[in-house]
């Protein structure tokens, strides 16, 4: 893995747009939908691919756009808000997490010359000491501001390329289909929720985890929570939901409220006063 230097950024890198148009029968375009981890590293990997085509090759090679779509911050993503809390922490050790190949996958696969990954990018941080062991779990903001920076950097790099622009898109595809029905080799057409219809040659869908809608279940236990004056708190990122305490305004003391009461309890008996507490299930995507 090469040494790298990262300069200092902001946290939230601005949108970066190529306007100037270069449409013509030899462009062609990869549309990326989502740009969270997932698509970062898909743009890495594009690099390090580009980067290896000897210089003839180069030249011969198509011209190409890259249009990368999200409404979320691009890098971060959804769910890696760089400027979450310092006290929200990862669920996963420091040496798993990464958009850049490490390990066995860094010794098959060519780095591209922004190759970083998270331990590599917070020792060079001064987040951790250069011989700390990546066995801590460490805070989400800093993964947030990692991707922020292997993105803007994937995002530059590849346009300095000749023959490369990059779009940077801040929208989400609502609908993606083929130019022509009847023939599944035809291009894609990817329209957004700014109105606007992309044509691209191939598209590449990095969208994570879609939000989901309440199933049977989850619906009738929301239901029940409200009549019993209740808070339920849907599945979603819990750095963008409300799940705070809020006891009802007209009770003096919380725990004068409704109880979770097992589904044998005697008390349930009479009117409701115990939320139905029944697995969930997986809700259909929303996309
Ligand atoms: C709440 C939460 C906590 C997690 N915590 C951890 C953790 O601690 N450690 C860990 O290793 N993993 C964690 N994960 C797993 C997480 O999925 C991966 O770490 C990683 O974020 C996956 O990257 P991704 O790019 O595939 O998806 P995502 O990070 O979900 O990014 C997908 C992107 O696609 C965009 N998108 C979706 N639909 C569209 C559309 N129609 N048009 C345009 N853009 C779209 C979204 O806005 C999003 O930015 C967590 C996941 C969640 C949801």
Request: negative net charge; without cysteine.
């Amino acid at each position: 893995m090469p040494e790298h230097e990262v300069a200092e950024q902001p946290a939230v890198p601005e949108p970066v747009v190529r306007p100037e148009g270069h449409a013509g029968p030899s462009e062609h375009v990869v549309a990326v939908v989502g740009a969270g981890p997932r698509g970062t590293s898909f743009l890495e990997r594009l690099l390090a691919h580009l980067e290896e085509l000897p210089a003839g090759g180069r030249s011969q090679a198509p011209w190409l756009r890259v249009l990368v779509i999200d409404s979320a911050v691009h890098g971060p993503g959804r769910v890696w808000d760089p400027e979450q809390s310092p006290l929200h922490l990862m669920n996963t050790p420091a040496s798993y997490p990464t958009v850049a190949p490490v390990g066995r996958t860094g010794e098959q696969l060519a780095p591209s010359s922004i190759s970083l990954s998270f331990s590599q990018w917070r020792r060079r941080r001064g987040l951790v000491d250069e011989d700390a062991p990546d066995t801590d779990f460490p805070r989400r903001a800093d993964y947030g501001r990692y991707l922020a920076e292997m993105h803007r950097q994937a995002v530059q790099t590849l346009q300095d390329r000749p023959g490369v622009a990059v779009e940077s898109i801040h929208a989400s595809a609502i609908a993606l289909e083929r130019e022509d029905a009847d023939d599944a080799a035809s291009a894609s057409l990817l329209t957004l929720d700014d109105g606007t219809v992309r044509r691209a040659d191939s598209v590449v869908l990095a969208v994570g985890h879609v939000p989901a809608r309440l199933n049977d279940a989850g619906a009738r236990t929301a239901s029940a929570a409200e009549e019993l004056g209740l808070r339920h708190v849907a599945p979603a990122v819990p750095t963008t939901s409300t799940s705070s305490p809020s006891p009802r305004r007209d009770r003096a003391d919380p725990r004068d409220g409704p109880e979770l009461l097992r589904s044998d309890d005697p008390r349930h008996r009479g009117p409701r006063r115990a939320l139905p507490l029944e697995p969930a299930g997986r809700g259909r995507a929303a996309l």
